[in-house]
Structure formats: structure tokens, C-alpha cells
């Protein structure tokens, strides 16, 4: 697991502040269209050209679910973070 430092910024969801992106199933460095869960409310962001969230296109996230396994994992840590909270 990898975690870099982004810009402060709110989820574009529930409005918390993140400074921080990890990657749980890899040593992947953030960039830019890149997924990211909120860990606070598990909302599926992407990030934009500045590292900035923001909230994916119906188009994009439709585009997101037919990639089978990163969809999957994406799901293993919504679930995740929906029973910590
Ligand atoms: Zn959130």
C-alpha cells in the first residue's frame, strides 16, 4: 500500500477534508483520473488534471463498472468502509 499527499480538498459528496490518497492493493502513485474512494462516506471520485476530486460523469462511472476487476475492488472497499462507519 501506497499513500501519497494531495491537495487539501472536501469530497465532493459529504464535504470532509482529505490531504491524503492511498492505494490498498498496489504501490500506485496518484494521478490524474485515477479513482479514489472517500474514506468518510465512500463516495467513488475521480481526480482531475490537479489532483483536485471531483464527482464522475454518469458516463464515467458507467465506463468505471465495466472495468470488471478494479470495479471489484473498488466495491471491497465501499463495503469496507460502510461497515467501519
Ligand atoms: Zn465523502
Given at each position: 500500500m501506497?499513500?501519497?499527499?494531495v ?6 459528496k ?7 490518497a492511498?492505494s ?11 479513482v479514489?474512494?472517500?474514506i ?19 458516463m ?9 476487476e478494479a470495479?471489484?475492488?473498488t ?5 469496507f ?5
Amino acid at each position: 500500500m501506497k499513500t501519497s499527499e494531495v491537495p487539501r480538498m472536501s469530497c465532493p459528496k459529504c464535504g470532509k477534508e482529505v490531504d491524503r490518497a492511498s492505494s490498498p492493493f498496489g504501490d500506485y502513485e496518484v494521478a490524474p483520473g485515477c479513482v479514489s474512494v472517500c474514506i468518510y462516506c465512500g463516495a467513488v471520485n475521480l481526480f482531475d488534471a490537479d489532483l483536485r476530486l471531483r464527482k464522475p460523469t454518469a458516463m464515467e462511472m458507467a465506463g468505471l463498472k465495466t472495468q470488471a476487476e478494479a470495479w471489484r475492488q473498488t466495491c471491497r472497499i465501499r463495503n469496507f468502509i460502510s461497515m467501519q462507519n
